[in-house]
Each structure stands twice: as C-alpha cells, then as structure tokens.
C-alpha cells in the first residue's frame, strides 16, 4: 500500500500543476476583463489574482513563500493560472454530479490557518503585504479554500464520463480503450512488473506491449477455435481479485479515475487476456516431443525430488556439544532411552528445542539431519550437527520406497514439460503472434492529462487569448 499512496501523492501533485502552454497572463490588461468561460459562466482576470494572491498569502503564513526572479514568479504565476481554470472545472463537474466538499475538513483548514496567522509575529506587515484586512479573512479564506478542496470530492465521487474509452489500440476488430490500458498499467504495478512507474514513456511503453500479447492471444485463441477451460478462467479472476486487498479498485478509481464499469470491462479483458495465454502456453506443452533420454537426465538431476520416502522422528536440539552426547550416550541408543532423556531434558535451559517432527519427506529439513533421519532405521538413535546446534534423532517410523526412473516417469514427464514452457513459452508467443498487427492509439497520454482533456471540453472551457496574453 506504501507503493499505491505514493503513486496517489504524485497524481496529485501533477494534478495541481498540470500546466496547458502558452498561457501567459499580459498584466496591463483590465483586471475587470473577462479572461476566462468555464460552462458558460465568466471569470475575470481579478477573480484569477484573488485567487493567485490567496495562494501565495497562504504559502507565507504557513512558512514556505514563494519566491524568484520575475521569470522564475512569471512562470509559477502560468501554471497557477492553469490550476486556477482546473479547480473551476473540477467544481462545475462536482456540482453537475452532486459531489460536494467535506464541509468539517475545510472548516478545519480554516481554523488551522487562522491559529497560523495569529501565531505570526509579523501578522499585521503580512496581512497588509496581500492587502488583507482582519476582519476580512476568516470568509476569504473559507471561500478559496472550498474552491481547492474540490480536487477531494472529485477523486472520490464515481465518475460519469467517456474520457476512458479514448482508444489505446486495435487489434482486428477489439478497440481496448484507455480504462482498460491503465488498468492494466496498475494491476502489472502492483504484480511487480519490471520497469519504473514514474518514468511514464518507458513504462507505458512496456505495459502496452503485455496489453498487445494478452490481446492477440485472445484473437489467436478465437481464430483457432481453442477453448478456454472455465477452471482457467476461474483461476485469472482469483489472481486479479487478490489484487483488490491491495487496493487495485479503489486507486483506479482515485487515482486513475476508472468507473466502476470500466474497471469491470478492464477485469474481463485481463482476465481473457491472461487465460488465452495461459491455454497457447498448455498446446505449446503438450505439442512437444520429449525423449526419454531428456526425460532420464532430468530425472537424475534431481532425483530427491521423486523420491517418496518418509520418517516420523523426535528431535533433541542444543547449542552445547558437550551436553548432546552426554544425553546421547544416556539414550543407550534405544527408543525407551531417548524417551526417557526427552522427559528428563526436554525443559531444560540447554535445550533449545525438543518436539515430535511427525512425518516428513526429503528435500524438508537441512541437508544434514535428513541424512541422519534417513540413515536410521526404525527404533534407532542417533546424532549429528546442522547450523542450528547438535542434533539427537529418534526415528521412530520408517517409509523408504525404492524409486526409479519408470516409477516416476509420469511425473517428470510435467515437471520437464513445466519448464520448457517457462523458458521457452514466451518467445513461442512472441513467434507464434508475430502476424498480427496492432494499431497503436496514443496509449502514452497520462490519466491526468487525458481528464483535463475531456473536462475542458465537456465544460466549453474558452480562454481570452487577448486578456491571457495568448
């Protein structure tokens, strides 16, 4: 969840900063001059320098003034003025959708800036340096910290909007929208996909390439009428749902902007995605020819694998040497004796551990004492050394099988075919999709610059190139 917060913090800010270029404020314009319509209603260019001043004023009390050369404010001065015309979006849109500002925590901003205020020694040189008047701030302030708040309600709210389905790519005759790239961009986040988030092109770019696979596979699958098992899809949307205990839904939604549906659609996408490749991967297994000669040398290479032998056996474990073969040769080596030394020292403060082991197979304990353990017979004692202390070892049963190549054919057979398809199962799907296209869309555009897109469109947003110095 660290990941997801810092993801929704970056958002945020770019949110607060996106800036539209070319956007220059000409200041011996009329401060009464329309400079900007958002939905039809008229903002003047003194609606903006309230604003602008506001900010600034705040950023002063609370420490961090904004400071530079004229350049350095004229810049700052541009992207403020795009954030200025942003909140004024944001609120046409919350209104429109009936998604209001949390009045308790703006009037705890208030509160908290006005105790800022009073704790400035210099509080009179400071209000008089944004022409502020005491009596007056307490409603400034309440007004334009609304106005900024509007970016809360917002995230929050269910979005009604079109701004996803902007196409990604084409691949025959699927158009996958924007909704469904970016979640596919942060589902493969959260799995842990290579690449860096926060560089956007490089990452965007490889996302979109797992999207085309997961695509084409789909359109592989359907031209040759293979079916997908409904156990494998099953298994998709258990992986994915997992996902959500990470948070995977509501950072779509908060931060990404997804609807609910087009968080849905995303989800049976991914899900047929992953399935249709999982299904080329399986016909890719089985299609292929192993001999017994590979079979063979896989099998002795890791021939404790197969090996079904099990003990049940008691341990005594101590850190003092000394103190292990004493209680061994008290043991006498028979089963009633080391009964008796597990009553006897099971409790003692030399003893770090001393417990039924049940019954276990190879490849389960440390090297050495599953040497020890399956060295013994039945009833019989005996002691050796691991990393962990000195070991006193009573196998009380013994399992030995006697396994062999044939025995364990069947099995080896997919554990071999396994691993041919993870080393190999990826370029087959490279080579085998190879012919089929894709167009690309502009899947490189951010969520938050494809919002601000929609938003200045849906709300007629017309700025006065003349006013703005344009």
Do not use: W
Not at 76 to 84: H, N, Q
Not at 86 to 95: K, M, N, T
Not at 261 to 278: G, P
């Amino acid at each position: 969840m660290r990941s997801i917060k810092r993801i929704s913090a970056i958002m945020l800010v770019v949110l607060m900063l996106f800036s539209f270029a070319g956007c220059v404020l000409n200041e011996e314009k009329d401060a009464t001059a329309v400079v900007a319509t958002v939905n039809g209603v008229e903002y003047l260019k003194s609606d903006f320098n309230d604003f602008y001043t506001f900010y600034l004023f705040r950023q002063e009390v609370y420490g961090s003034p904004i400071t530079g050369t004229d350049a350095e404010m004229e810049s700052y001065k541009l992207g403020m003025f795009d954030e200025y015309i942003l909140r004024l979006v944001l609120r046409e849109d919350c209104i429109a959708n009936g998604a209001e500002p949390d009045t308790e925590t703006i009037s705890k901003s208030v509160t908290e800036l006005m105790d800022k205020i009073d704790s400035l020694e210099d509080k009179d040189k400071v209000l008089k340096k944004y022409g502020y008047k005491e009596e007056d701030i307490n409603a400034i302030a309440e007004e334009k910290l609304t106005l900024l708040d509007y970016v809360r309600p917002f995230q929050t709210k269910n979005l009604d909007n079109s701004f996803g389905t902007t196409i990604a790519a084409t691949v025959g005759e699927t158009k996958i929208p924007m909704s469904t790239f970016y979640y596919y961009v942060l589902a493969n986040y959260l799995m842990s996909a290579d690449g860096d988030p926060y560089d956007t092109d490089a990452f965007y770019s490889k996302m979109y390439t797992y999207m085309m696979t997961g695509a084409k596979s789909l359109q592989y699958v359907k031209d040759n009428n293979l079916e997908i098992p409904q156990e494998t899809i099953t298994e998709m949307e258990s992986s994915i749902s997992m996902l959500d205990l990470y948070g995977l839904r509501s950072a779509a939604k908060e931060i990404f902007f997804l609807t609910d549906t087009q968080i849905d659609e995303a989800v049976v996408f991914m899900v047929n995605a992953l399935a249709a490749q999982d299904v080329i991967l399986n016909k890719f297994g089985d299609d292929a020819e192993f001999t017994d000669a590979e079979l063979k040398t896989y099998y002795e290479t890791s021939i404790d694998k197969y090996d079904k032998s099990t003990v049940k056996a008691y341990h005594i474990l101590t850190e003092d040497k000394d103190f292990a073969q004493s209680m061994y040769d008290e043991t006498g080596k028979t089963a009633d004796g080391f009964m008796a030394v597990y009553e006897k020292y099971g409790k003692d403060e030399k003893v770090r551990e001393a417990t039924d082991l049940g019954e276990f197979g190879r490849g389960k304990m440390v090297d050495e004492f599953e040497d020890c353990a399956f060295g013994l017979k039945a009833g019989e004692i005996g002691m050796c050394d691991t990393e962990f202390g000195t070991h006193i070892v009573y196998v009380y049963e013994s399992n030995i099988t006697e396994t062999t190549f044939e025995s364990a054919k069947d099995e080896v057979y997919e554990d071999y075919k396994a691993d041919h398809i993870e080393y190999f199962g990826q370029s087959h799907i490279d080579n085998l999709l190879s012919t089929y296209e894709d167009e690309e869309g502009d899947f490189r555009i951010t969520p938050v610059e494809l919002l601000v897109k929609y938003l200045y469109e849906k709300y007629d947003v017309k700025i006065d190139s003349d006013v703005a110095g344009r």
